[in-house]
């Protein structure tokens, strides 16, 4: 049967310790707890998980412990995307020998490719692998936007099975979905957007939200597929001020200093990056505590 990217998967923070060092009980801790949350997946070193900031040794150790940790009740995502082709064919065959399900790749960032280019290294990529491959799209950080055409493209390719759009445009998103077939999923990438993209035929999301209140995240999608929209509208409603809340500081600390006033010491953001001040962390708290988790 087709792997089909689907539901709920939580973009998981990378814990570090005091030391700046990869968090391994907190890491595992982190997975239990999203999978009682109910989510149907897990996405390991995607943005929200500092991947930008991880050596190459620390991405593979971070797959292996979520591999192990997850014990095949779920799916694996692992983000191999890198600047260059090579280095994201090296870290989505080393996702491959850690018994990843599949790899996230999002576009290279501070160069600008060509369509044609962009095609090249895609393909180039799927090739290397056994692996289901996501794209994942993030031009407001990548500065690069995939284009309808080139995701089109792409999507005929056998093992390219979907795409995560971080751009929030839901007429991007809703033109995704309208120019591929049915076997390719389209995951919102925008927490707040979670609602719309399945209303026009998406299949789930990727949230850095479901780190905090995965139960809330995963209420959104199973209420729709269940068919009661109201609710599930209610719950995208109840989650956006959570998303709203990363404007409190700079990205991604806002979802670590969230998890360290719930119970889940996951460290601080690596440098330069800072915790939020008190006046802040104050006003994520009443976020929190209107959510009832705090």
């Known amino acids: 049967m087709p792997f089909e990217p689907e539901g709920i998967i939580p973009s998981m923070v990378t814990p570090f310790d005091s030391k700046d060092r990869l968090n391994e009980a907190v890491l595992r801790k982190l997975t239990n707890y999203l999978i009682n949350g109910g989510v149907h997946a897990l996405f390991a070193i ?31 995502y692992i983000g191999t995307g890198a600047m260059t082709t090579r280095e994201a064919v090296l870290l989505t065959q080393i996702a491959e020998k850690a018994r990843a399900d599949a790899v996230s790749v999002i576009t290279p960032y501070f160069i600008s490719p ?28 990548t500065g690069i936007n995939m284009s309808v055409k080139l995701v089109t493209k792409l999507s005929k390719i056998d093992n390219i099975v979907g795409i995560k759009d971080s751009s929030g445009d839901l007429t991007l998103t809703t033109e ?20 719309g993209t399945l209303l026009y035929g998406g299949k789930g999301a990727i949230a850095a939200t479901a780190n905090i209140i995965p139960k809330l995240v995963v209420e959104i999608y199973e209420a729709f597929v269940k068919g009661n929209l109201e609710r599930a509208k209610k719950a995208q409603f109840r989650l956006a001020p959570l998303r709203i809340a990363f404007g409190l500081g700079s990205f991604p600390v806002v979802i670590k200093d969230a998890l360290k006033l719930i119970g889940i010491d996951a460290g601080s953001a690596r440098k330069p990056i800072e915790s939020l001040s008190e006046a802040q962390r104050e006003k994520l708290k009443k976020v929190l505590q209107n959510l009832g988790i705090l």
């Open 46 to 76: 995607g943005s929200q998980g500092e991947f930008y900031t991880l050596t190459r040794e620390e991405k593979k150790r971070i797959t292996e412990i979520v591999v192990e940790g997850v014990n095949g009740r779920i799916p694996v």
């Open 176 to 195: 995704y979905i309208r120019n591929t077939d049915s076997g390719f999923s389209v995951l919102a990438g925008r927490d707040t957007l979670i609602y």
């Open 114 to 141: 060509s369509e044609d280019e962009l095609y090249e290294h895609y393909i180039t990529i799927a090739k290397s692998t056994k692996l289901p491959v996501l794209l994942y799209s993030n031009p407001g950080r």
